[in-house]
């Protein structure tokens, strides 16, 4: 038989996520959806370990729900099509899952062939996932456009990946829904409906167990708790820095209308792979698997940015992509940044704490005004800086952003 898998965090299913299965089924490419929902992926799941307080009493929605519901909630989604199936491997795996294990795995036990659903934002980043190569040869991709893509984009990147790694993509279009398990989190949160956002046995399922609610008193107490880690492992000076920067970034969600939880957590962990020394920092790209870029390697400033994200990931089990993009890219940017990168950017540089850098009260006022511009102005700074300090490796991320947002401004500019 012929399966497309349909992986995620599925925190929780939700209707984009049926309507994605269902225009790839009737393609008729396939005989079954596989449903996958994952266990602890690298780049979303916290560590195997044993949840903290915060997890188990569903304190916080950045955080994943226990795997239990989250499989509850697929196999009732399931069940209203014979063409659906669930698969626990990957939640059934102990320690991180790797989808090239996954198919690997598959191919080993049965004699079907399987084909990944991705999205087209999946897409452009596939190239960084685990051994691409070897996973580019184990199965076919499934491409779902996306609103993030254009066409031109999406066709671009399937030629490249078929002649660099001779995979097999099929594209396949779907109307733009734009639905994310974050959304339903946040308005259940705010105790708004989720009606049509997901199935009619999903909204009754979280009502029932009442999942997603947050207490405003525990909250405080799981941000606490972070706190008082992150005291012990920092150093005196970051950590003051580190909690000035939450206050800024808080300030900067508020006026901006963006989650002050996703910004007060992206915040305080920021920096939390700063103070790491050498030896530390050798042990976690070698545990997370991490490959640096030439940047990485020789500048330390840049690298704990990627290794915090990790670090905030598995020690500290955050999930939410958002706040874990927010950590990756607070010291390199990058472009089309989302609106809580953009915060945790700019929060770090405009900190009351930071003195040396220039034209910071102008960027302390601009940065309430217009977030593209302020990014505009701080990259230009740092490039200049960079480039008369006869930096080596600046890195390409950063360049890229400069360029992203001196469009934009340029462009925007009467």
Known sequence: MKYAILGGTFNPIHTAHLIMAEYVFATGLFDKILIMP?????????????????????????????????????????????????????LDRVGRTYTVDTIERLLEETEHTYSMIIGADSLMNLEKWYQPKRLLSLCDFVVVDRITNTSDEVIKQIQYLEEKYEGKFTRVPMPLVEISSTMIRERIKSRQFITYLVDKAIEA????????????????????????????????????????????????????????????????????????????????????????T????????????????????DQYEIIDREILDAI????????????????????DYIEPGRRKAANLARYRQLAYQSLDQTMYHILKDSLEYLHKSDVKDIDYRTEEAFDYFEKRVLTNQD
């Open 38 to 90: 994952s266990g602890n992926p690298p780049h979303k799941a916290g560590s195997n370990r044993k949840k903290s307080d915060a997890i188990n009493n569903n304190l916080e929605t950045n955080i994943v729900i226990d795997k239990k519901h989250r499989l509850n909630m697929c196999e009732l989604v399931a069940n209203h099509k014979d063409y659906f199936e669930v698969s626990t491997m990957e």
């Open 205 to 292: 399922y979280i009502i029932d167990h009442e999942l997603y609610l947050v207490n405003d008193e525990q909250s405080t107490k799981y941000k606490q708790k972070i706190e008082k880690s992150l005291k012990k492992k920092l150093t005196d000076k970051r950590f003051e820095h580190t909690m000035a920067v939450k206050n800024v970034a808080v300030s900067l969600a508020n006026h901006y209308a963006v989650d002050v939880n996703q910004a007060a957590l992206a915040a305080m962990l920021h920096d939390c792979a700063k103070n790491l020394n050498d030896t530390e920092i050798e042990k976690y790209f070698k545990k997370y698997k991490i490959k640096p």
């Open 294 to 313: 030439p940047s990485e390697l020789n500048n330390s400033d840049v690298m704990h940015g990627s290794l915090g994200a990790a670090i905030a990931n």
């Open 328 to 347: 990756t890219y607070h010291t390199t940017g990058r472009a089309n940044m989302g609106v809580l990168e953009k915060i945790i950017y700019i929060a």
